[in-house]
Every structure is written in structure tokens, then in C-alpha cells.
T-cell receptor, first 112, second 113 residues
Framework: SAVISQKPSRDICQRGTSLTIQCQVD?????MFWYRQQPGQSLTLIAT?????????ESGFVIDKFPISRPNLTFSTLTVSNMSPEDSSIYLC?????????FGPGTRLTVL | AQSVTQPDIHITVSEGASLELRCNYS??????LFWYVQSPGQGLQLLLK??????LVQGIKGFEAEFKRSQSSFNLRKPSVHWSDAAEYFC???????????FGAGTTVTVRA
């Protein structure tokens, strides 16, 4: 398995601002993923982040809105840019190990 | 394209009673199947997974799931529910080549005393 931490655990932000979420894993992994979970909804994949290459975004998500960094094999960041109330969600990172995804605790974001 | 259906949005069960959560998937090849649990305010915890072999898989916390290819199902069961099992349960399916997962809508389990 993997132990994953995220910072911050929660935040309340004003519309028009940006927030960067950090994801740290306790071992080196090739593939990391970022998901969004809107209130009362299931998880939707935002992008796949592999170290050494550009993130791959799913349909409906763009790099200008959700820039991702992956500087090494244990760390990634997701920025939610120019936020609006519709961005209020839980954002989760996950890592792939042995064909299985393991999830972090999530970042609960509220945009006012 | 792969997809997952969890027909039950909400299930209420008495403590000590049995629990079964349904999951149906659509996928062209043999899928990788997962059940995750999300307690309030928490991330997702892996309960169990199926890749191949024995179609009845055992997981953590006393849960088990059975893969039935003919029914495209992967239902989760627990013989005796504890109050701490109250949570949101997600079924997920993924291919083996890119590790992307598709999640069902989730089933909320309420446990009454």
C-alpha cells in the first residue's frame, strides 16, 4: 500500500483567487492522479500526473484552470485557479502501486 | 467505454444484520474491480480488489465480494454489520493498461442500533 498526505486538509477561499494543494506519498511512484468529488457526488478524474512529463487531462478539465506539477516521484501539486463557488469540492490525490490506486485524505475546498 | 452502476443510493441496516451492496459494470474485457469505503470527512480506503482467479475475494473489516462474469456484477457483502460500517461505499472498475478508474455513484450505508 501507500501512505499519502495532503495539505491543506481544508480551506475557505474567496472567488477569483487560486489555491495550491500538495500531495506527498511515502514511497516513489510513477503514476499519480487528481480527482474532484463535488458535494454528494462520486469521484471524477481530473488528470494523470507522471513524473517527467506533462499531465494528461480528462475531458472537461484544462491546464489553465487546474495546473499540475510533478517535480519528483513522491510529490505533486494541483492548483485550482480563478476559483468560483462551483469549484467547491473535495480534491483527492491517489497513487498507483501494484495495479491498485491508493487515496489521500482529500482537501475540502469551499469557495465563497 | 467502461462504466459502473450502483443501483442503491442509500441502504439502512440494523447493527448485526447482513449487508449486500450491488455493483454492475460495463467493460469490454476482463476488468479490474475495486470496492472503496469513505467515512465522513475522510479519503477513500481500499476494501478489496479483484484482478483474476478465485471469484470470491476477501477484504478488510470482514467484507467480501463475488465477481460474476455472467451478470457483470461485483457485489459487496458483510455477514454482520457494525455501527462503524456507516459510510459511503464506492465500486470502481479499471483496465489493466492505464490504471484509470471509473467510479460508481456510491451507496450510503446507515446503521441503526
Amino acid at each position: 500500500s501507500a501512505v499519502i498526505s495532503q495539505k491543506p486538509s481544508r480551506d475557505i477561499c474567496q472567488r477569483g483567487t487560486s489555491l495550491t494543494i500538495q500531495c506527498q506519498v511515502d514511497s516513489q511512484v510513477t503514476m499519480m492522479f487528481w480527482y474532484r468529488q463535488q458535494p454528494g457526488q462520486s469521484l471524477t478524474l481530473i488528470a494523470t500526473a507522471n513524473q517527467g512529463s506533462e499531465a494528461t487531462y480528462e475531458s472537461g478539465f484544462v491546464i489553465d484552470k487546474f495546473p499540475i506539477s510533478r517535480p519528483n516521484l513522491t510529490f505533486s501539486t494541483l492548483t485550482v485557479s480563478n476559483m468560483s463557488p462551483e469549484d467547491s469540492s473535495i480534491y483527492l490525490c491517489s497513487v498507483e502501486k501494484s495495479d491498485t490506486q491508493y487515496f489521500g485524505p482529500g482537501t475540502r475546498l469551499t469557495v465563497l | 467505454a467502461q462504466s459502473v452502476t450502483q443501483p442503491d443510493i442509500h441502504i439502512t441496516v440494523s447493527e448485526g444484520a447482513s449487508l449486500e451492496l450491488r455493483c454492475n459494470y460495463s467493460y469490454g474485457a476482463t476488468p479490474y474491480l475495486f470496492w472503496y469505503v469513505q467515512s465522513p470527512g475522510q479519503g477513500l480506503q481500499l476494501l478489496l480488489k479483484y484482478f483474476s482467479g478465485d471469484t470470491l475475494v476477501q477484504g478488510i473489516k470482514g467484507f467480501e465480494a463475488e465477481f460474476k462474469r455472467s451478470q457483470s456484477s461485483f457485489n459487496l457483502r458483510k455477514p454482520s454489520v457494525h455501527w462503524s460500517d456507516a459510510a459511503e461505499y464506492f465500486c470502481a472498475v479499471g483496465p489493466s493498461n492505464d490504471y484509470k478508474l471509473s467510479f460508481g455513484a456510491g451507496t450510503t450505508v446507515t446503521v441503526r442500533a
